[in-house]
């Protein structure tokens, strides 16, 4: 196996991770506007916004801290393999 | 590459051969779960066609099978993530085996049960509305946003902790490396990524736990929001909770001890875990006990009429049959199987938990029929027969819960095997130390 | 504003079943097959409980037609996901058949059963096409429908009214059940009116409502000396 194949390989992959990330953030943020226009629906019909203000206020939270811890376990992953480049047998 | 897979002949091997061994039993079961699906599907395009009269619902019992196995499997789904939060939040041990078992559970049987408002609807072609014209008000959009919320979050619980995992199987070449690259994240298993791992663990059991709870309360409140005597309840939220729970550690308990079969898992199964875990099934027995008998105390003893023609409708009606094994499945049997240890093996063990799940979907069907069978209204009561359709959509998503298990279980190991190696390396020290900090120290020499 | 409501007499009714009848011609309400209705999926708007008291031969027959109640505060529109069923500012409650995803979570919330589901999509006998009426719109299968009071009649009225430019008159706009009724037990009107009979009868000492204990406020006042 040579090596420019591998990196190319290495780079689709990587690209597909970001993907899958993104995917994350757009399905989180698709639920926040979701449930921010069913908000703007009971306001305008006036039926009870009190109780999709309270529900939005929990779960709209929720899953940003889901895609978040995702997005930060990733980052985390990657940054560590650049500064291990730099210092191998670091510690 | 051919040279290390060879080479790799891990102490863990038992539990990386199911992934790269693919017996004639595999596709034996693949292939009928496949029948058994296909037939349920057909069953369901059919009443799509022909609208939901080919239900046994009816007026007034206007819900069934579907909304009885929705609530159902929902519950079986607490098995996993919350268990394994539970198990790991408090540091016990013994769940390194187990944990990854249950949070597959979770992850599978909640998409099933989720699916189940939509094979109820009578336009299942419109359930977009929600997204255009939802009402945040109605307790089943709570329970849309719940049981989403739920299904991302024990995703990546089940997920995160399989990455380390995913990088073993990737490191050892195969077919299928492109895919578990892909999915390993660029796992390495160098220091500071176990620390980010591990804090990013730690965070989601802390997280998910309330997650969990909230699901089956919000099912418990699409009851007991209602007038309807019989369900308007303020115990129905921690109620629906326990028997999730119980019925969730006794669908973990059958799942453990057939894996252990199919796999010869005995070396990692041992009665030691079904015992620690039985004895969690016999507390949440007598608990789903307490919590019936307050349940229906307090209906008798207050004796309102509409409330007591439900109570009857169970305790002596055509309801009766299922309402007292409902009370021999869940506490009877368990308490007696699981509270003496002749009978706690493994047999023991298995035909108690599959009691439970029997006794617990009964009490989904005791909740859900009698209220709706039982009208305040003056119209005498109504009755409920299912009809095959929704026989074979339930035999069908047992089916789907049996085959994304199967498939599982073929793409990852069952058994997370970093953390058993975890556990072999440091826990014994670990748990040393930790024992250690509990004990009181040399006595204090007084001047 | 005029708040509509129903005011039945039990006294006065014979329990003959022609509300029933006409409530049934006048909304294009599906006939169902004696099969499927024997399966508990008969439709009537308007439904007639027979309530039996006492032990053969002694036996005491109480015959009440049963509407939706247009609660004015309805359980059922608190449980909808989706705007399907709403509440005017006339107390009319209604339903929107092309909204509705067929949960049926209002039938489950509804204590006094008001509602009924389209199993199968509904059917007609072939005489019954030609003469369905072209002011209520046809329900398709999956859909929950109930009484609406008529409502489509009270658009006729108001345009009536309108053009006329003055107010609606008492007893001008009745729904088919009280218009048929050959005892003439079924009053109907605005509450707010109090020149209405409605408003009058309302507070009749005979008067009654279904589950008031409920809180849900039914708009069908029921008269009856028994009880």
Known sequence: ?????????????????????????????????????????????????????????????????????????FVGFHKNSKSDLNNTLGD | MTEEKTKTIDIDEALYRPIYETGRGFYLTVGILLMIILFAAFMYVRQVYYGLGVTGMNQPVTWGFYIVNFVFFIGISHAGTLISAILRLSKAEWRRPITRMAEVITAIVLAIGGLHPIIDLGRPDRVLNIFTAGRLQSPLLWDVTSITAYFTASTVYLYLPMIPDIAKLRDRGGKLTRFYDFLSWGWQGTDHQKKVLNRAINILMVMVIPIAVSVHTVISYIFSMTLQPGWHSTIFGPYFVVGAIFSGIAALLIVMIAFRKVFHLENYLKLIHFQYLSTLLLIMSLLWFYFTFSEYLTGIFGAEPHEMDVILYKFTGPYAIFFWSMVVFNFIIPVIVLSFKKFKTIKGILFASITVVIGMWLERLNIVIPSLANPRMELGSGMYFPSLTEWSLFVGAIAVFVLGYVLFSKFFPIISIWEIEEGREESIKEVEKRVKSYLPGPAETSD | MPKWAMVIDLDKCTGCGDCMAACKLENNVAIVSPEQTEEGRVMFWMDMMSVYDGEYPHVKV?????????????????????????????????????????????????????????????????????????????????????????????????EDADAEDREIMDGEYMPACSESCPADAIYFGDLENRESKVFKLSRSPRAFKELEGLGTEPKVIYLSKRE
């Open chain 3, 62 to 158: 109480k015959r009440i037609p049963k509407p939706c109640f247009h609660c004015d505060n309805p359980p059922c529109i608190k449980v909808c996901p989706v705007h399907a069923t709403y509440i005017n500012p006339e107390g009319l409650v209604g339903q929107i058949y092309h909204r509705c995803i067929g949960c049926r979570y209002c039938m489950a919330a509804c204590p006094y059963t008001a509602k009924v589901f389209n199993w199968y999509e509904p059917e007609w006998a072939e005489e019954f096409k030609t003469c369905l009426n072209p002011d209520v719109s046809l329900r398709m299968k999956g859909v929950v429908e109930k009484c609406s009071f008529c409502a489509h009649r009270l658009q006729v009225v108001k």
């Open chain 1, 1 to 73: 196996m040579n090596s420019t194949e591998n990196t190319s390989r290495d780079k689709i992959i990587f690209t597909a991770q970001l993907a899958s990330i993104s995917l994350i953030w757009i399905f989180v943020i698709a639920i926040a506007i979701w449930i921010l226009n069913l908000i703007s629906v009971s306001v305008d019909l006036n039926d009870a916004p009190g109780i999709s203000i309270a529900i939005s206020l929990v779960a709209i939270p929720v899953f940003f801290t889901l895609a978040s811890i995702l997005t930060y376990v």
